[in-house]
């Protein structure tokens, strides 16, 4: 049986085109895909319908959902689930901003191919990933390669922002029915078990409008917002008190990102606001749960407002809770990439984290899914100018796609 799954492998592995991985890799680069509220015509919409086709000619079968006006996630498959477990490759189409052009030495969208390197917006994070996963799963149905079970291709919408696609993915049968994950996010094709989450806590402060020259008449929002800022370091502390320790990742950070006041309208300078706005990025490492941050983000409300009486401070998520995530090493969706990874690089397995949180997070805490994190491209590129991706991560990750959906869905 080792020796079927060992053939399959090496059919598959050699059903991969590396000019054709390029030339879609670059193909997707060039569809912009940043979202832009307000502009209907700034959406993952054509590079959805790109890879829709796409995989539809390959011989997927294929579904669209749409999770918002114009953002559409494309899921594929090949194979019954049939008793048989369902693996998932993973990717977001939408890409952020491409920030000023004149910044870049490479045109955002031009896909430029330079010296081993892909260059754009999204060369990295994610459409490398994404045609890796797409090719991989060319290759095993070019291969003839029996499946025990589904190999689904997802390339979902929204991940830069709310994650609405893989919020959506988890409604809908093909979705619930999943067994593993494979996120191919760009993390120099290193294996990631664990992954930071992250909270916004947005706090909102009220005070009392009084005229500057007499203070005494008012509740300044902006000096509570003073003292609840100084409450942070010790917030990080007992977050860091209540993870556990991390092989892998940094341990909490607590990051105040985001100070307005009034907290709508303009100020004015001999005016004491009556509202003030602040958000923290409040980034876990696993250990507390939802509730556990709540109250611990809750207290330090408390003190700061105990300490600037006639203001009241609320918070709220912004995006919920997104809880730190890990999945252990003997899990057989791992067992299947680190064979994967050693048998497409002849090296052992390289274990990392993840330090944001990415559409696995969601899978992982709604689903109950194991996830594991490898995609090519540098962790530290995305969001960046010049952004770009190597050329020898890019073919190393479709074959380790590829080698490790056989290993996981071989009978
Ligand atoms: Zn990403």
């Given at each position: 049986m080792a020796r079927r799954r060992a053939a399959a492998i090496d059919a598959a592995l050699s059903s991969i085109d590396d000019a054709e991985l390029i030339a879609l890799t670059r193909d997707l680069v060039r569809i912009p895909s940043v979202f832009r509220p307000?502009?209907?015509?700034?959406?993952e919409a054509e590079v959805a319908r790109y890879i829709e086709r796409w995989l539809g000619k390959q011989g997927f079968s294929v579904e669209v959902h749409e999770v918002a006006p114009g953002r559409p996630n494309v899921v594929a498959w090949l194979g019954d689930r049939d008793g048989g477990p369902s693996l998932l490759l993973e990717g977001h189409t939408d890409v952020v901003t491409e920030g000023?052009?004149?910044?870049?030495?490479?045109?955002?969208?031009?896909?430029e191919l330079v010296d081993g390197r892909i260059y754009g917006?999204?060369?990295?994070?994610?459409k490398s990933g994404l045609a890796a996963a797409m090719i991989a799963g060319a290759a095993i149905k070019r291969s003839g390669a029996e499946l025990h079970g589904r190999l689904v291709v997802g390339a979902l919408a929204d991940e830069e922002g709310d994650m609405l696609g893989a919020r959506h993915l988890c409604t809908t049968p093909l979705g619930r029915e999943l067994s593993a994950a494979i996120?191919?996010?760009?993390?120099?094709n290193e294996v990631c078990l664990e992954q930071r989450g992250v909270v916004w806590a947005r706090v909102l402060v009220r005070g009392r409008m009084a005229h500057g020259a007499m203070p005494e008449a008012g509740a300044n929002p902006i000096s509570a917002i003073g003292a609840l800022l100084a409450e942070v370091p010790a917030l990080e502390k007992r977050l860091r008190r209540l993870s556990e320790k991390s092989r892998y990742l940094k341990p909490p950070t607590v990051t105040p990102t985001i100070v307005q006041s009034p907290a709508q309208g303009i100020g004015q300078s001999n005016v004491i606001p009556s509202s003030a706005r602040l958000t923290l990025d409040v980034r876990l490492t696993p250990g507390p749960d939802g509730s556990a941050v709540a109250r611990e983000i809750d207290a330090a409300c408390q003190r700061a407002m105990a300490r600037r009486p006639g203001v009241t401070i609320e918070w709220a998520p912004v995006n919920g809770f997104r809880l730190a995530t890990r999945v252990e090493r003997g899990e057989p969706l791992v067992r299947a990439v680190v064979s994967a990874v050693r048998r497409v690089t002849g090296r052992p397995a390289r274990f990392s984290g993840v330090p944001g949180s990415t559409d696995g997070t969601i899978l992982r805490t709604t689903l109950g899914i194991p996830i594991v994190t490898l995609g090519p491209g540098n962790r530290l590129i995305p969001h960046q100018v010049d952004e770009h991706v190597e050329v020898s991560e890019l073919t190393e990750a479709a074959r380790i796609y590829t080698a490790a959906a056989l290993n996981f869905l071989q009978p």
């Open positions: 307000g502009d209907s015509t700034a959406t000023d052009p004149r910044e870049w030495t490479h045109p955002p969208f031009g896909a917006r999204g060369a990295a994070d994610m996120i191919c996010e760009p993390e120099q």
